[in-house]
């Protein structure tokens, strides 16, 4: 029976929700692009994003998607022919290993443990033996969207200074940032790589990078520049137009604007805790749920699963019906396996606007329809969440 009308919700891993704040901002008339109002905005835009990763570093930002904002970072700062150590845990960083290689550089990829986070003492080992330095930036994800993990970034920076390894370090948050804690310049990252549309309540569209100051002593150096991309033509101080390295994403910075709002009010602290909150709850229920044969988690380590997203292995059960079931019966999307996991799980994002109907319905639907699938089920994972949202409401 399809029992869809009403409201779809979305919990995929991202694009996320957007609040209808950030809507309503983005309805607006074409503003003079050149000087006034708008220009106001996407300064202040620029000023606030540096607080946003806790850096004093410079903020870029840029009309694109995630993988604009992974070139960005590259070609501002690697010549053709250097080398880079890229610490795989999932899909992501291969993906912009893939760029790397593509835009000149020579790549070497250090997988993490299967199911499991990015190993530190690996990276510290690996390191300690490229004795004559040929290493010049390390790629990390601190959220894999595809496996859920998350990567310990402070643990294999510290990695990377006790090995004497002088390498730029380059983080993507682009899953983690408005999620998960994340502090650049105390962790001591060179490049932070994000983009709108998850914990930033924004569209798809816009991708920024955050540079610290040895990221812009690169800079100079770098010969895969390209004109788009350029730092010091996003600099310069010639005109705003040049910033976005032409017509501005004029949408998107009244609703960036609208969603850094909305991030101060909560508070970047509060917004870290209710996703715990919220990733504690789907955790239970998938604690739940599992039985021989059905779900489990992919991340192993509890400590490394991440607050924003979670993958689902599915045992027996069909996961791609699964999904199907949910969006086209009940209006759920859930984000379907990626890569080699395709077929085999499911993920459920927990990240940016989101609170407990928001969840729990999502998590009831996801136990309607494993019901529904006569899937092997363990004990209500819906209760379980609400047990865990209903402590935090106590709190
Ligand atoms: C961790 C991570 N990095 C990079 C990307 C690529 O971003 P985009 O699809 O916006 O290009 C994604 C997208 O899901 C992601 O989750």
Redesign the pocket.
């Known amino acids: 029976m399809n029992l869809n009308r009403g409201r779809m919700l979305t919990s995929m891993?991202?694009p996320s929700v957007i609040p209808d704040r950030v809507l309503s901002a983005m309805h607006t008339s074409m503003p003079n692009i050149y000087e006034g109002a708008l220009l106001e905005t996407s300064m202040s835009i620029l000023d606030e994003l540096p607080s946003i990763v806790r850096t004093s570093g410079h903020a870029f930002m840029a009309i694109s998607?995630?993988?604009g904002a992974?070139e960005m970072a590259l070609t501002n700062t690697l010549s053709r022919g250097d080398t880079v150590l890229v610490l795989e845990s999932g899909r992501?960083a291969v993906?912009w290993c893939e760029q790397a290689k593509v835009l000149g550089a020579q790549v070497e990829v250090l997988n993490a443990p299967e199911r499991g986070p990015i190993d530190p003492d690996a990276v510290e080992e690996r390191l300690r033996a490229d004795k004559n330095h040929t290493i010049n930036a390390i790629l990390a994800?601190q959220?894999?969207?595809a496996s859920g993990v998350w990567n310990d970034i402070a643990a294999i920076s510290r990695a990377i200074k006790a090995a004497g390894h002088p390498a730029l370090f380059m983080a993507?948050c682009?899953?983690s940032i408005g999620c998960v804690e994340y502090l650049m310049d105390e962790w001591d990252v060179d490049v932070t790589v994000g983009?709108s549309?998850k914990g930033l309540m924004v569209p798809?569209g816009l991708g920024m990078v955050w540079a610290n100051d040895r990221a812009m002593a690169a800079h100079k150096r770098a010969d895969m520049r390209t004109p788009y991309w350029d730092w010091t033509a996003r600099m310069s101080k010639e005109g705003h137009y040049k910033r976005y390295c032409g017509t501005s994403p004029v949408q998107h910075i009244y609703a960036m604007r609208a969603a850094l709002d909305m991030i101060a009010e909560e508070g970047l602290e509060a917004i870290w805790q209710r996703h715990e909150v919220f990733a504690n709850a789907v955790r239970s229920a998938i604690e739940a749920w599992s039985a021989p044969g059905g779900l489990e988690f992919n991340i192993l380590d509890p400590a490394h699963r991440s607050n924003s997203t979670t993958t689902v292995l599915s045992g027996s059960i069909d996961a791609p019906r699964l999904c199907d079931i949910c969006e086209n019966q009940a209006g759920l999307i859930l984000g379907v396996g990626l890569g080699i996991l395709a077929d085999s799980s499911f993920r459920i994002g927990h990240m940016g606007h989101m609170n407990p109907p928001m969840l729990l319905g999502t998590l009831a639907t996801v136990e309607a329809a494993l019901q529904a699938m006569d899937a092997p089920m363990g004990a209500s994972g819906a209760a379980a969440a609400a047990s865990v949202i209903a402590d935090a409401l106590k709190a």
């Open positions: 891993p991202g998607n995630g993988h992974w992501f993906g994800v959220v894999d969207t993507d682009i899953a983009g549309q798809p």
